[in-house]
């Protein structure tokens, strides 16, 4: 079965699932699976962090996103001692585009936001394909742990646990 994460969204499951995240362009895809158990997760996020007058969390802010989708691993019976994040994202699809001064470098914000949640929570980074000028489809499959990333111009590959 395949099930669609959109942006600002986080699903779970367990095999036989495959989570996919359409058109990774400055957003992030940030996976997390516990290999043992075949549970795993992902979340597409658009921007590093809520501002402070935000008071509610929201999974299209990376660091909000991850918390959730961990949270919601552990509340499946995740062991987070096993738990590895994989991810993918953060270009600059738009290089000759001049960005408002607020949203200079989202991409390499979002990377940066998502290296020092996953830091912070003590969850390996095992895998990453990140940065470039092109966007992504990302395909998560929950039986093996793998994360294919189907590149704009179509070359593909594999990261594995």
Same mark, same amino acid.
């Given at each position: 079965?395949?099930?669609?994460?959109?942006?600002?969204?986080?699903?779970?499951?367990?095999?036989?699932?495959?989570?996919?995240?359409?058109?990774?362009?400055?957003?992030?895809?940030?996976?997390?699976?516990?290999?043992?158990?075949?549970?795993?997760?992902?979340?597409?996020?658009?921007?590093?962090?809520?501002?402070?007058?935000?008071?509610?969390?929201?999974?299209?802010?990376?660091?909000?996103?991850?918390?959730?989708? $961990?949270?919601?691993?552990?509340?499946?019976?995740?062991?987070?001692?096993?738990?590895? +994040?994989?991810?993918?994202?953060?270009?600059?699809?738009?290089?000759?585009?001049?960005?408002?001064?607020?949203?200079?470098?989202?991409?390499?914000?979002?990377?940066?936001? +998502?290296?020092?949640?996953?830091?912070?929570?003590?969850?390996? $980074?095992?895998?990453?394909?990140? +940065?470039?000028?092109?966007?992504?489809?990302?395909?998560?499959?929950?039986?093996?742990?793998?994360?294919?990333?189907?590149?704009?111009?179509?070359?593909?590959?594999?990261?594995?646990?």
């Amino acid at each position: 079965m395949i099930q669609p994460v959109g942006i600002g969204e986080l699903q779970i499951g367990r095999s036989p699932l495959i989570l996919v995240a359409y058109g990774i362009g400055s957003c992030l895809g940030v996976t997390l699976y516990d290999l043992g158990r075949n549970l795993g997760g992902m979340v597409h996020s658009l921007l590093p962090e809520r501002s402070p007058d935000e008071p509610v969390p929201d999974p299209k802010y990376v660091t909000d996103g991850v918390e959730t989708l $961990l949270n919601r691993l552990l509340s499946q019976g995740a062991n987070r001692a096993t738990l590895r +994040a994989k991810l993918a994202g953060g270009a600059h699809i738009c290089p000759g585009l001049i960005e408002a001064p607020k949203m200079a470098a989202i991409g390499q914000r979002n990377l940066l936001a +998502a290296r020092n949640v996953l830091e912070r929570l003590k969850i390996p $980074l095992v895998a990453e394909d990140s +940065a470039g000028d092109f966007g992504r489809n990302l395909f998560f499959d929950l039986e093996t742990g793998t994360l294919t990333i189907q590149r704009v111009d179509c070359r593909e590959h594999r990261t594995d646990l």
